[in-house]
């Protein structure tokens, strides 16, 4: 029987990206001379991957990005937010010994999220976190990205987990979205990047702290 399967969101789930994205964020847009973005825009520009973050960076400070402008902008902004990492960034607190629990009672861990997966996975590992992971899968690994369930489903398989007892655990619309799409449960956290309330979102459970995440609150949601 395939393992029981927790899987994370990356940025505003696992780990607190926000002050590194900034930095590269506003590294890129400098040099097209636009104002820089700050914490309370982050909200509107996550969540989507990198190149709907810069375009959205951009559209913000009332300059639409062109077809021609954003190669030489997407490279300047990975180049700049790899070179800085693990940076200023941290796991989120609770979220190692929560991980360590699920671990512990035979669940699988993956991670599923929109980021490029090449900078995902440098993430983790500069985070010292790869070996908890049995799947990193970014918006760049299928065809398609979350909310596409089939984002998720293709993660759960390769990490080995069980479809029928996964459980997608995020910050944003598209955790929650993708969740639904894929017909399972879904906590939210709230300390992430989310521009909605998070009980618009409809997830299964939200917890305010990582120490709520246990085994017996994840097999409780499997029989929902």
């Known amino acids: 029987m395939a393992a029981p399967i927790a899987v994370f969101d990356l940025d505003g789930t696992l780990i607190d990206t926000a002050p590194d994205l900034i930095d590269s964020l506003n590294f890129t847009i400098d040099a097209a001379g636009l104002e820089p973005v700050t914490y309370d825009d982050l909200t509107h520009l996550v969540g989507h991957g990198a190149k709907a973050m810069i375009e959205r960076s951009f559209a913000l400070r009332g300059h639409p990005l062109s077809e ?77 990205r979350k909310p596409d369930p089939a984002h998720l489903m293709g993660t759960v398989e390769r990490a080995g987990g069980d479809p029928r007892r996964t459980v997608m655990i995020g910050d944003s619309l598209n955790d929650m979205l993708v969740a639904e799409n894929a017909g399972v449960p879904s906590i939210a956290v709230p300390f992430g990047y989310s521009d909605r309330p998070l009980e618009d979102l409809k997830p299964s459970r939200i917890i305010s702290h990582y120490d709520e995440l246990t085994p017996e609150l994840v097999e409780a949601l499997f029989t929902l």
């Open 68 to 144: 021609d402008e954003y190669p030489a902008m997407l490279e300047r902004f990975i180049t700049h937010y790899e070179a800085g990492m693990p940076g200023k960034g941290q796991p989120y607190p609770g979220v190692i010994d929560a991980m360590e629990r699920l671990a512990a009672a035979g669940f699988r861990l993956a991670v599923c999220t929109n980021k490029m997966e090449g900078l995902a996975r440098t993430l983790i590992r500069t985070n010292g976190l790869t070996e908890r992971f049995a799947a990193i899968t970014g918006g760049d690994t299928f065809t398609v």
